[in-house]
């Protein structure tokens, strides 16, 4: 799996776009961009996976650079109920190794 | 509940007992991962299975640690000897192999070795 950079933290404030940033400029052409979850105590959760077009589905929205280096998830209005761990992943369905992710706090 | 389940979702035991841990995956999910995450950390990587066939083990798999799935549906971790340095969350997750698709992960089992 293509080893992937995030910033170890963010803020956001409620009803805002949160936008996440991922670096994966070592990324092969047949890994995918997988983001996930995780809320505390609780395992990681499904958010939504791309290759090379941008995705949307109902919980946020995925922005794949054209060179495949970098990603971005926006989360369009961000609630309290969003503070969470979001880890980026790029893997080809094989193992699937995570980072440290970034953690959002999401503010009132 | 058709989700990944996990059992216990608490151990505590003394150091150097043996533990077990039980991960039922998703139904028709013929992959299975087992993940071991520490305080402040992401998931760290341990094993998969694509059916009963383990596919990779991570280094962080010492001698002390086995993990199984017999026939291809539930799944075992097992500890042996156990240290305080063990003590983490246990997460499995399971997925379809076929295209590409998310995987779903358990409520993990947390141990506590003292």
């Known amino acids: 799996d293509a080893k992937t950079t995030q910033p170890p933290s963010m803020d956001c404030a409620e009803g805002r776009a949160a936008n996440l940033p991922c670096n994966h400029s070592?990324?092969?052409?047949?890994?995918?961009v997988y983001w996930y979850r995780q809320i505390h105590s609780q395992g990681p959760q499904y958010i939504i996976h791309?290759?090379?077009n941008n995705e949307t589905n109902e919980m946020a929205s995925l922005i794949i650079t054209e060179d495949r280096k970098s990603s971005t998830l926006i989360l369009p209005h961000a609630t309290l109920r969003d503070t969470a761990v979001y880890y980026c992943?790029?893997?080809?369905?094989?193992?699937?190794?995570f980072g440290a992710g970034t953690r959002l706090t999401v503010k009132p | 509940d058709t989700g990944v389940s996990q059992n216990p979702r608490h151990k505590i035991t003394k150091r150097g007992q043996n533990v077990t841990f039980r991960c039922d995956p998703i139904?028709?999910?013929?992959?299975l991962y087992w993940y071991r995450q520490t305080l402040g950390q992401g998931p760290e990587f341990l094993t998969y299975?694509?059916?009963?066939?383990?596919?990779?083990k991570s280094r962080l798999l010492s001698d002390r640690f086995s993990a199984e799935r017999p026939k291809g549906s539930f799944s075992t971790l097992e500890i042996q000897r156990t240290e305080q340095g063990d003590s983490a969350m246990y997460l499995c997750?399971?997925?379809?192999?076929?295209?590409?698709?998310?995987?779903?992960f358990g409520q993990g089992t947390r141990l506590t070795v003292v």
């Open positions: 997750a399971s997925s379809l192999t076929q295209g590409v698709t998310e995987a779903f």
């Open positions: 791309g290759l090379k």
């Open positions: 992943i790029a893997h080809n369905n094989n193992d699937m190794r």
């Open positions: 139904s028709e999910h013929n992959r």
């Open positions: 070592t990324i092969s052409g047949n890994e995918y």
């Open positions: 299975f694509q059916n009963e066939a383990q596919l990779e």
